[in-house]
């Protein structure tokens, strides 16, 4: 298993790549199946498997074809802070409303 804490973004395209080509062979699909069912072209399945080369877009409509939307719920969620220290960093960087520049009287 390919720790991506230390993987080139080279290794993390391709171990996800190939995850998901595990998942449309487990599901018993073709490129061409899957290529069908997100709308898009052979080539760019074949890409996206081959090569680890694909657009945001295309990546998705890859995932949600093979019905692993919900893998992505909790991608990018913001953590909550772990330690006083983190929470106190959290606080100072919460962005803060400028005083006025001058009152009316």
């Known amino acids: 298993m390919l720790d991506f804490a230390f993987a080139t973004q080279q290794e993390i395209c391709a171990e ?3 995850r998901l080509k595990r998942q449309r ?6 490129q061409k199946d899957l290529a069908e069912r997100a ?13 680890g080369i694909s657009s945001l877009e295309s990546f998705i409509r890859v995932v949600v074809a093979l019905g692993l939307v919900d893998e992505l719920a909790t991608l990018f969620e913001l953590k909550t802070a772990q330690s006083i220290a ?4 959290a606080q100072l960087a919460e962005r ?5 520049s001058g009152s009316k009287a």
Not at 25 to 30: D, H, R, V
Not at 41 to 49: I, M
Not at 96 to 100: F, S, T, V
Request: aromatic content about 0%; hydrophobic content about 40%.
């Open 39 to 51: 709308g898009l072209a052979l080539g760019t399945v074949k890409n996206l498997e081959g090569k």
């Open 16 to 18: 996800l790549a190939t």
């Open 86 to 89: 983190q929470m106190e960093r």
């Open 96 to 100: 803060k409303r400028a005083p006025r």
């Open 25 to 30: 062979l487990a599901q018993s699909l073709t």
